[in-house]
């Protein structure tokens, strides 16, 4: 195929991953990495690399709109960034010594497991008893609600650090923001209401793929023509994303076309990769 | 309070909320000129990325530098991909002069501890 047409066909899908991956707040890797390796036999390495460069961009793009709104909370997306951080360069550093096919296999479940958290239901939780560990660290926040401020402490730090790690690992190995595990640790472990939690959890996702990426870039997995039309796509279609998103309050349904989109994708990358496709 | 706080939590989320637009806007259009420049002399080639290709010679600076002189568009974009992952790390490098300027040097020593691995894994990242 020649590149002309290479170019624009990742573009179009990748401007459909960023308005998907916006819309639900899980990012655009999640449907880039099958798009190129199944569909356009891309090596996957080079699928991790230009995910991982439109993870960046799209983060960064959403977060700088967050911060101004004050519902990120700075404190602890720092503190967790150094879990984070810390299992990405491993995630990374190891991602070299896996066999592609493996590789294929455990994003596929890990693309399942994450879209089928996002069907969860969110309840709003704002825990208030007091953590002295959250209250050292500085934790606990407020952010502007619908009436008015709505204070919240942090709980469990230590098992949403661990998770964190964990998290940051998935990244560094898959190239994927690992939101949704990013927001379970939060939402579930620490009790962050759920909107402090989506915005700190993309806050974080930046320096994360970072931390991955200048590995990525040295063992020149970032492949510079593939990267650039996921890169302009994938920061499209979350642009577009984020102006619906603001106009409307829930997507469903949405994210039900996502989940089934996501399932379907992954199930082609497991089976790729067990019959050594990829 | 005498040493009323000059520098404000606020104050720190615009300046961020800035930096990271800006990067993002610089990098992307460094990537998109370079994309440009890419097409328009390779658009017809049939690439080969079936495989991984080894290390191209941009990874290196002095490669780099020589192939944004020679305005070749793949040295181009990877300079606009360099400058998008230093946004987020320029973002903790901000972070940390305002936790400095708030004077909670917890979190300054936290922002750097952040900066620290980011670093130390960009320099032996070249193992493997």
């Known amino acids: 195929m020649p590149v002309l047409e290479f170019t624009l066909i990742i573009l179009v899908g990748s401007c459909f991953a960023g308005l998907l991956g916006s819309l639900t707040g899980l990012g655009g890797g999640f449907i880039i990495i099958p798009l190129l390796t199944v569909f356009l036999h891309v090596d996957i390495h080079y699928a991790i ?64 497991t994450s879209a089928l958290l996002t069907l969860r239901k969110k309840a709003v939780q704002i825990a208030h008893q007091k953590n002295t560990l959250a209250e050292k660290l500085k934790l606990n926040g407020s952010y502007p609600g619908e009436n008015g401020t709505v ?17 940051g690992l998935l990244s560094g190995l898959l190239g994927i923001g690992s939101g949704a ?55 499209i279609g979350a642009m577009v994303g984020s102006k619906i998103l603001v106009k409307t309050k829930s997507s469903g349904w949405l994210r039900w076309v996502f989940v089934i989109v996501v399932i379907g994708l992954a199930s082609q990358l497991i089976y790729n990769g067990l019959i050594g496709k990829i | 309070m005498a040493a009323k706080a000059r520098f404000k939590d606020t104050d720190m989320q615009a300046v961020i909320g800035w930096v990271l637009r800006i990067g993002v806007i610089v990098s992307v259009s460094v990537v998109f000129v370079g994309g440009v420049i890419y097409i328009y002399r390779h658009g017809g080639l049939i690439p ?38 230093a946004t987020p790390i320029l973002r903790i490098v901000f972070s940390t002069v305002s936790f400095v300027l708030e004077k909670d040097y917890l979190y300054t020593g936290i922002s750097l501890l952040v900066l620290l691995i980011i670093i130390v894994s960009s320099i032996s ?3 493997g």
Do not use: C, W
Not at chain 1, 49 to 64: H, Y
Not at chain 1, 187 to 213: E, H, L, Q, Y
Not at chain 2, 54 to 74: A, D, E, M, S, W
């Open chain 1, 151 to 167: 204070e919240y402490s942090v709980s469990r730090i230590g098992g949403g650090f661990i998770m964190m790690l964990f998290a």
């Open chain 2, 48 to 85: 080969d990325y079936s495989k991984f290709n080894g290390v191209p010679n941009f990874v290196q600076l002095h490669g780099l530098v020589n192939g944004i002189i020679n305005l070749r568009g793949r040295s181009i974009i990877q300079a606009g991909i360099i400058l998008l992952i």
């Open chain 1, 49 to 112: 690399g230009a995910s991982l460069v439109s993870i960046i961009a799209t983060s960064s793009g959403s977060a700088a709109a967050y911060v101004k709104e004050g519902i990120t909370n700075m404190r602890l997306g720092m503190f967790l960034e150094v879990a984070t951080t810390l299992g990405a360069v491993t995630g990374a550093m190891v991602a070299v010594y896996f066999p592609t096919n493996l590789l294929a296999i455990l994003l596929g479940v890990i693309l399942i």
């Open chain 1, 181 to 235: 595990l990013k927001v379970l640790a939060m939402d579930n472990i620490m009790r962050i209401p759920f909107k402090v939690s989506t915005t700190t959890s993309n806050f974080m996702i930046g320096v994360t793929g970072a931390a991955s990426a200048v590995v990525y870039l040295q063992r020149g997995y970032i492949e510079p023509s593939i990267s650039m039309p996921v890169v302009i796509g994938v920061l």
């Open chain 2, 125 to 127: 990242g070249h193992v």
